[in-house]
């Protein structure tokens, strides 16, 4: 399974991809995203995310009826 990872730099900031890898559950993948992007105190936070998961839009035009 591929799984996604967000990270947040500085407390405050917006979460950036950090990456994507393979790992067979939620606990690797968890231990995958610390070992990478928290052992040397370079991310905050983490957000380790199925890539199924995402949701993908492939047309983002919001039509008129949302115009004010």
């Given at each position: 399974m591929?799984?996604?990872f ?6 405050g900031?917006?979460f950036q991809?950090?990456g994507?890898l393979?790992?067979?559950n ?5 231990a995958?995203?610390?070992e990478?992007?928290?052992?040397r105190?370079?991310s905050v ?11 993908e ?10 115009d004010?």
């Open positions: 591929i799984w996604e967000f990270r947040q730099q500085r407390e900031q917006p991809h950090g994507s393979e790992a067979p939620r606990d690797f993948a968890e995958y995203a610390a990478f992007y928290g052992r105190a370079e936070a983490l957000w380790v995310v199925p890539r199924e998961a995402i949701l839009i492939d047309e983002p035009y919001v039509a008129d009826v949302f004010r």
